[in-house]
């Protein structure tokens, strides 16, 4: 069947430092990955996309990996801060519309 | 400014009872997207919309309906028949084409009371 997993935990890490969060997928063959932010009681807001043929996009402290010989996508918040604090969610395009992951809550702590 | 408007942010529905939920967009954007979002879970399609008076199921449709009579417009129905609606119910839009993120509402949080 077709799954995308993130991790069900959340992130807790030290402001200054590197988040990664995780994106895995099985049975799905996307043109393309999105990753989005969600604060509490709000909706989703767009963060970034990755093609199929790219490897890797930045977006100031953003960075995004996407690799489809693993089904792997890796999110990255370099310098992180209190404000990143927030649910982070990841979508693959499947035919005209996205399927989303559940979503990791990352938790930066000053 | 340019976004997407949903209304109510909160509504309350009895048993047996159908309730709209409005969603209006000034971002010229064709495609439109109803979800929902439970605790724990991804987001999950309902009805989408590419074109005007044009929309196809989601993955659970069922109980829902929606109309597409105009661009700026895709309001989601939820009838008596859905049987668990208690959720957070989140439009969204963007151009047609592949490679846009989509632009979300603020939501609509449904309570059966």
């Known amino acids: 069947s077709q799954k995308i997993e993130q991790n069900s935990e959340a992130l807790n890490i030290q402001e200054g430092k590197t988040a990664t969060l995780t994106c895995n997928y099985t049975?799905?063959?996307?043109?393309?990955l999105q990753w989005y932010r969600q604060d509490p009681g709000r909706g989703p807001v767009f963060l970034l996309l990755i093609r199929e043929n790219e490897k890797e996009k930045r977006k100031e402290r953003l960075k995004v990996t996407f690799d489809t010989t693993l089904k792997q996508s890796l999110f990255h918040i370099t310098a992180s801060q209190p404000a990143d604090s927030a649910t982070y969610l990841c979508?693959?395009?499947?035919?005209?519309?996205?399927?989303f992951g559940a979503g990791t809550i990352l938790r930066v702590k000053s | 400014d340019g976004g997407i408007t949903q209304s109510p942010k909160y509504l309350f529905r009895k048993e047996g009872q159908n309730v709209t939920l409005s969603c209006e967009q000034n971002l010229n954007h064709d495609a439109m997207y109803w979800y929902r979002q439970d605790p724990g879970q991804g987001l999950r399609l309902i009805y989408y919309s590419q074109i005007v008076n044009d929309f196809q199921k989601g993955d659970i449709a069922e109980g829902y309906s929606v109309s597409r009579e105009k661009k700026e417009s895709f309001p989601l129905t939820v009838t008596s028949a859905q049987k668990n609606p208690t959720a957070f119910y989140l439009c969204?839009?963007?151009?047609?084409?592949?490679?846009?993120?989509?632009?979300f509402g603020s939501g609509t949080r449904l309570t059966v009371v």
């Open positions: 049975n799905y063959s996307p043109a393309y």
């Open positions: 979508a693959l395009e499947d035919g005209n519309k996205l399927v």
């Open positions: 969204a839009s963007r151009p047609v084409g592949r490679n846009y993120g989509y632009t």
